[in-house]
């Protein structure tokens, strides 16, 4: 299982965040810093700029993650365990309680973790080293296989619900009773700073403390309350890592995920189809016509080569009450009434469960139409179910914010062909119908999405929703003159068309009659259908961040082009690499943008030279002093320390073993320090790195494991030399066979977001422009204000501005200058001490590109004295660009 592409933007920004943590060893100035670099600095007064570091848990790293419903939450924090791990001192053990808010979710996330056949596990595995183990509270309580010895040696997720850490009942109480199961721990504990005194040593809360482990909140908007705080905070965690889809206002955001990245993805069902009918009776009808023609349509895509689909409508029944409106009893009563078999129906409720042990996503599972109140809440999983049919009476307000979501994931994360089928529905029969439309915009919001999501039809007439109040008494004495509201609650049969037992025995030849309802829906999705794909067009055009600035609204501080400039801007298309393809491989078109995946896609690391010379490895060590940390300070307690003199347990363990183990185990050490080195798969620089371990003998062994930084940094170099080699060779390949092309594709934008704002030059594009150092800052003052540019702009980094794809990482020049003759300009500056093979690199795809892109583009580095083959000094270059 693949990350998808906002997924992998996620753990991006996780990783740039601990980056941060890194350099500057304080966990706010780290948060504060990134955001800083983003979005600009944050004032309170005009409310730009991400919120100062909020210190919830003292000593612990605190972050949330944005995920709306549907995004793949427990996926991104699977991926995520390894980047969060990557950043410790690897003689840390890899502790992670893992909580949620429900039984029912508990139970879904221990079997998709646990299952060998689910791809969470597979990912798991692979990222370490099939060392990965899941416990319940139970296996803890009895020490089931859980003891210092394996805990040092694995991946350990502590499955666990918010209730049981809370000690409310007595067997929640258990995780802070003396446990003699789990004495063994006690031996290990170097001091007794994190023993909590009012519990036993070798109480579990002690052990998990002792742990010092990884949280990981899923549902954490769940876990806002003094109570659910402490409770965190009883863990002694080192990282916490919050999941939802709505983050509280103190949360610490790294990372958020737009809507419009799932839409891009297939992952939901949006927009949201809203249709008021006149009565339950229609509401009723138009949902098991609408059931039959969406399985039809799934019928007929199956029969085509697509996947299995079954829809499935939702019945929100109305609670039990003294008047005994159509509560889920009398609701499946009258559809066993119009002849639906009895195996077609459930009821899922707080007390009754006729779903419990049935696998909705089963061929052989006959369930069509599942009646529920309110019980399916977060937890529960069916991307079968399509519709939601709301039986609330015609005087409520129809409350189905609490089940929205359970209609929204899209079956098997794929379009389907029927444009029918990449939409949900809702059907009411609401007087107060403008209050059950804020509901369901409530539980668009709730569930990470916007109120732009739903699109509506009213059928009631005003005079319809005309509700009289009736006095219960005069109700009981005069019934024959009430109105039809109240006695409402018996279907009217005649007036239901739907004939459960027509035959569809050959798709191809159904001639389902449509009512007027379910035409008028159709129309409606056909149209929301056609509208969603131009906007998912669009924003493929935009730069990769755009989409999360829009998502922060007023946060995001921008600056706009100015006035004299925007004609200028509307004219210039930049050049890009494109590499012909074969047509069938991308939806008809026969070239894509170029990316280093196409141009490594044959390239074997395994079988490269593995000449590295390890003794002239720097010795300095990455050693953090953490025992100068002063309190409430934000000192990160689980950043990298690297000391050859620091005895790792973990080391001497694997050296105890056989040799052909020992590569084994250090190779993957290693993999997890060097991290993701994408397009390369982790298979590929595995073998590699075992090929090198396997010449050294036992005393080099023992100083890659003392200086595993040392030497992955190395290995990462040479990693880096080989593929950057192969890729740029296979580049000139495919240039000169005509098979790489330039052609316009990217386009200045009327607003940046700089983050931080550099010095006020003359003659810049924008308001304000991205912050430069000393030499950038001489550039565009001796270059950007000469008499024959038009304009100068600080080209920014990391997804905002324009980059030349090709055999190096997307490399993005610092400025695109204009002249007043016509010609668009890229400059990359480089200090005289950036003279490296890298550089070399760049200036050779830069001047590529300049003679690809055409007589109207040019490319120049430029260096202030010293220059290598292809660069400028800069007084070379600004007489080269003063002539242009």
């Known amino acids: 299982m693949e990350l998808k592409s906002y997924q992998r933007k996620v753990l991006e920004n996780l990783e740039q965040y601990l980056e941060y943590v890194q350099v500057e060893n304080n966990l706010a100035k780290a ?14 007064l005009e409310g730009t700029g991400m919120q100062p570091y909020q210190n919830n848990i003292s000593n612990a790293a605190h972050v949330c993650i944005k995920v709306p419903t549907a995004g793949g939450k427990t996926f991104i924090a699977v991926n995520a365990l390894h980047s969060i791990f990557s950043a410790y001192d690897s003689a840390k053990p890899k502790a992670v309680i893992w909580l949620v808010p429900w039984s029912n979710l508990l139970q879904q996330t221990v079997n998709t973790l646990s299952n060998p056949e689910h791809p969470y596990r597979q990912k798991l595995n692979a990222l370490f080293n099939n060392r990965v183990e899941v416990y319940q509270k139970a296996d803890l309580l009895q020490g089931s296989n859980f003891n210092p010895t394996v805990v040092k040696d694995q991946l350990s997720i502590f499955v666990m619900s918010f209730a049981s850490l809370r000690a409310k009942n007595k067997d929640d109480r258990k995780v802070y009773q003396e446990n003699g199961q789990l004495e063994s721990f006690v031996s290990q504990y170097k001091s007794n700073e994190h023993i909590l005194t009012e519990y036993d ?14 949280l990981v909140v899923d549902e954490s908007h769940n876990a806002e309350s003094d109570l659910s705080i402490d409770m965190l905070k009883n863990l002694n965690p080192s990282f916490i890592l919050d999941l939802t889809a709505t983050p509280k206002k103190n949360s610490n955001l790294v990372s958020l995920v737009p809507a419009i990245e799932l839409k891009k993805e297939h992952m939901v069902k949006l927009p949201v189809i809203v249709y008021n009918n006149h009565d339950k009776t229609e509401v009723i009808n138009n949902a098991l016509h609408l059931q039959r023609k969406l399985e039809i349509l799934a019928k007929k895509e199956e029969a085509e080569g697509g996947k299995y689909i079954r829809p499935i409508v939702l019945f929100q029944a109305q609670p039990k009450t003294n008047d005994d409106n159509t509560t889920f009893e009398k609701l499946k009563e009258q559809l066993l009434g119009l002849g639906i078999p009895k195996e077609h129906i459930k009821i899922k409720t707080a007390n009754i469960d006729e779903l419990k042990g049935i696998d909705l996503m089963d061929k052989d599972c006959e369930v069509r139409y599942i009646i529920t109140i309110n019980a399916l809440k977060e937890g529960w999983d069916c991307p079968f179910a399509y519709i939601l049919a709301s039986l609330a009476d015609k005087s409520s307000s129809v409350d189905v914010e609490q089940i929205l979501g359970r209609v929204l994931r899209q079956p098997y994360v794929r379009c389907h062909k029927a444009f029918q089928l990449n939409l ?10 403008n209050e059950t439309l804020q509901s369901i915009v409530k539980g668009l919001l709730e569930s990470g999405f916007s109120e732009d999501d739903y699109r509506k039809v009213d059928k009631m007439t005003e005079q319809e929703k005309q509700i009289v109040k009736v006095d ?3 109700a009981f004495l005069f019934p024959e003159q009430q109105t039809p509201e109240t006695s409402e609650e018996i279907i009217d049969k005649s007036r239901v068309t739907f004939d459960p037992n027509a035959s569809f025995e050959n798709v191809d030849e159904i001639q389902e009659p449509l009512n007027s309802a379910i035409q008028e829906i159709e129309t409606l999705a056909q149209e929301q259908s056609r509208q969603l794909e131009e906007l998912i067009k669009e924003q493929e055009k935009q730069p990769v961040d755009e989409n999360i600035f829009q998502e922060m609204g007023s946060k995001v501080k921008r600056y706009k082009v100015k006035e004299s400039n925007k004609e200028l801007i509307e004219k210039i298309e930049f050049p890009q690499f494109f590499i012909k393809v074969t047509a069938s491989d991308i939806f008809g078109t026969d070239q894509e943008l170029l990316n ?43 950043t990298k320390i690297e000391d050859s003199m620091v005895r790792d347990p973990i080391a001497e363990y694997i050296l105890a073993k056989p040799k052909e183990n020992q590569i084994i185990d250090i190779a993957h050490q290693l993999l997890v320090e060097i991290g993701n080195m994408s397009p390369i798969p982790d298979q590929e620089i595995k073998i590699y790195i075992k090929r090198i371990l396997q010449n050294m003998n036992s005393e080099q062994l023992r100083d890659v494991l003392g200086r595993k930084r040392s030497h992955t940094d190395k290995i990462k170099f040479k990693i880096r030399q080989l593929s950057d080699n192969y890729a740029e060779g296979r580049f000139m390949d495919l240039v000169k066979s005509k098979k790489i092309i330039t052609k316009g594709s990217w386009k200045l934008g009327k607003e940046i977001v700089p ?6 030059i003359g003659n810049s594009l924008y308001e304000k422009e991205g912050i430069m150092n000393n030499f950038e800052e001489r550039v565009a003052m001796e270059i950007g204000t000469s008499s024959n540019i038009a304009f100068w702009h600080r080209n920014l980094e990391r997804g905002k501005g324009f980059y030349i794809n090709g055999f190096k990482a997307n490399h993005y020049p610092d400025f695109i200058l204009q002249t007043k003759s016509g010609k668009t300009i890229l400059i990359e500056t480089k200090g005289d001490h950036l ?21 109207d583009f040019a490319y120049f580095m430029v260096f202030d004295k ?11 270059a600004k007489e080269l660009i003063g002539a242009m």
């Open 31 to 44: 948060f504060n810093q990134y955001w800083e670099d983003k979005i600009g600095p944050y004032n309170p």
């Open 201 to 214: 040593d070798n109480a579990l809360i002690n052990v998990l403390r002792y742990l010092n482990p990884v």
């Open 424 to 433: 949900s529905y809702v059907l009411t029969a609401s007087a107060k119908f």
């Open 472 to 474: 219960p008494v005069e």
């Open 596 to 638: 280093r995946e196409s141009l490594l896609k044959d390239f074997k690391l395994s079988e490269e030279d593995i000449k590295i010379d390890f003794d002239k490895t720097p010795t300095d060590l990455y050693k953090i002093d953490l025992e100068e940390a002063k309190k409430n300070e934000y000192i990160p307690s689980f």
């Open 755 to 760: 983050g931080n704002i550099g010095s006020s």
């Open 835 to 855: 003279d490296g093979s890298d550089s070399e690199a760049k200036c050779r795809l830069g001047n590529e590109w300049e003679k690809q892109a055409g007589n």
């Open 866 to 876: 010293k220059e290598i083959k292809g660069a400028f000094t800069l007084d070379k």
